[in-house]
């Protein structure tokens, strides 16, 4: 399910940094070889048998990211993203693998559109992708894809991230359709005739900077349904993008139920509340909507539980025009591959809101097993994905460095801690600072 270039593997040898693998138990400095992109070792004094060594020490190795949420913006948008370079900005972040959405021009709800992203990330993509497929056709939300042909080709599993499945029955037979294919749906949950019209969170700020409210409850009743729906077929399902406490609250308790559902909640919805959009920037809009600072702290609680088990960027690039705009005319979505871990590390882990091994396994092994994808880990016999962290190094957020074709980030001039200094992805160096 995820596609890419044939490379050539890897020598290398990582020399005594803090090795951090939540997953595999493991937390101590040490070595880490790599021979033609396999983990040959762990341990100390490991015999570099002439591979290139990188100096590790002061740093942290972590199994690299994986991010389950990503706009490629291809085919129809090349001038906002393109495989090439998005799984280079993806490289840069840390990243391993990516799984990008379908809501492009044409959408991907058809093998031979689907064919043909795939033959293009194997020439492109600098780290592995996978497509997921649209649910419906045209993502219209009136008549299913062909799900059964769509996996055979290759798809890792369907969304219409973006539209909400309105009818109840036509989510109903999507779910079905899990005990044919394998794959889980990826549900963006509005109810549209709440949110219509909506630019930002409904409540205070809204209120007094005059902009129509998308409430909270509009993302949390979908949320309601579909894990009733999940519940009755026995299916699984995955959330997108949470931003709201009643959205957590519920999820959590499907769980306890035994629904197999797993969500995921962005950066941005992590470190920001609606009072950032009293600045107006056209960067802070995104759908859904940055939410309140209650909300906010249980989107974290849910994160460090495990109700929430993945974090995407939700990466959605702009071309300049679009988002330089007033704020109520802007298009919804952010940039986020190449900020996440920093910004995350900065807003979450200094101030001792999640401890660091958590957020390495959300970024990694949670976001993985909710696909179903094999999690990066640091093993002997394990293909080598791997991300060498500096968690003292400082940088500033600037348009110039993004590999991106896009600059639409709420973090532009910003100060960040942690910085990404090499990425193996699929055994190969994808990205060295």
Known sequence: MLFGKAWRKE???????????????????????????????????????GHRVVDGRGLVLAPAFVDPHVHLRVPGGEDEETI????????????????????TDPVVDSAAVLGSLIEDAK????????????????????????????????????????????????????????????????????EPTLSRGGQMHEGAVSAE?????????????????????????????HLLHLSARESVEALRAAQAKGVRATGEVTPHHLCLTDEAVRSLDSNLKMNPPLR??????????????????????????????????????????????ETAFAALYTSLVEPGLLPLETLLERMSTGPAKAYGLEPPRIAVGALANLVLLDTRETWRVEEDSFRSRSANSWLLGQTLNGRVKLTVAAGRVAYAA
């Open 123 to 190: 020439a492109e993509a600098q780290v592995p992708v996978g497509f997921l497929a649209a649910i419906t056709r045209g993502q219209d939300g009136a008549e299913l894809t062909e799900m059964a042909e769509l996996a055979d080709q290759g798809a890792a599993g369907f969304t219409d991230d973006g539209r909400p499945l309105v009818a109840p029955s036509l989510m109903r037979r999507a779910l079905q359709y899990h005990a044919i294919t394998g794959r889980r749906l990826a549900l963006h949950c509005e």
């Open 11 to 49: 020598d290398l040898v990582v020399r005594g940094a803090r090795v951090l693998d939540p997953a595999e138990g493991l937390d101590s400095a040490c070595d880490v070889r790599i021979d033609r992109g396999v983990i040959a070792q762990v341990g100390t004094e490991v015999d570099s048998n």
């Open 292 to 337: 309140s600072a209650d909300d906010r702290t249980a989107l974290i609680e849910g994160l460090r539980d495990g109700t929430i088990g993945s974090i995407a960027t939700d990466h959605a690039p702009h071309a300049r025009h679009e988002k330089e705009v007033p704020f109520e005319a802007a298009p919804f979505g952010v940039t986020g591959l």
């Open 84 to 103: 090439a370079s998005g799984t280079a900005a993806a490289a840069a972040g840390g990243y391993c693998a990516i799984l990008a959405m379908p809501n």
């Open 209 to 237: 900077l005059g902009f129509t409210g998308y409430p909270s409850v509009a993302e949390s009743v979908m949320v309601e349904r579909d894990l009733s729906l999940a519940a009755y077929e026995d299916a699984p399902l």
